[in-house]
């Protein structure tokens, strides 16, 4: 295990490796651990020799990491389009101004998790709370291409 500069200043000649990074936070301060395991190691067995199909091992372990990732929290943004505005439209915007936006909007919600939007949703109000309804999946080569449609082309 190694640390600090000593982590920064070691370089990995071994080849091909897997290479995990856990991120930890606390309410203070946050970091990282990398995990790096050459793959001479990962596909060695335990006695050394060539990789032998251990199910039940395999199995556990998928199980172990699996329940891990899934105890890990996101912090997650839910954003929702406004305008299309002009960068000089955006210069003269002025404090306490309004800005419209199109009816649509709040059923083109994106919500996304450090920097990447997963599901296109819908905000809503339920008694004092807001609230984000999910309507389906993130496509990204979908949205590429309905940006560059002119805004209402296609859209049903």
Request: glycine share 10%; proline share 3%; hydrophobic share 40%.
């Amino acid at each position: 295990a190694m640390s600090g500069i000593e982590a920064r200043r070691h370089v990995l000649r071994d080849g091909a490796a897997i290479r995990i990074v856990l991120g930890i936070s606390t309410p203070v301060d946050s970091g990282s651990i990398t995990v790096t395991m050459p793959q001479r190691i990962v596909l060695a067995g335990r006695d050394g020799t060539a990789s032998v199909s251990d199910d039940d091992h395999n199995t556990s372990w998928r199980a172990r990491f699996s329940e891990e990732v899934m105890r890990s929290t996101v912090a997650l943004e839910a954003t929702m389009p406004l305008a299309r505005l002009t960068l000089g439209d955006l210069a003269n915007l002025e404090v306490g101004q309004v800005i419209d936006f199109e009816e649509t909007a709040q059923s083109r919600a994106r919500l996304g998790a450090r920097g990447q939007t997963l599901f296109v949703c819908e905000f809503g109000k339920l008694g004092q709370n807001y609230t984000v309804r999910i309507r389906h999946p993130f496509d990204a080569g979908q949205d590429f291409i309905d940006g560059l449609m002119p805004a209402g082309a296609g859209r049903a």
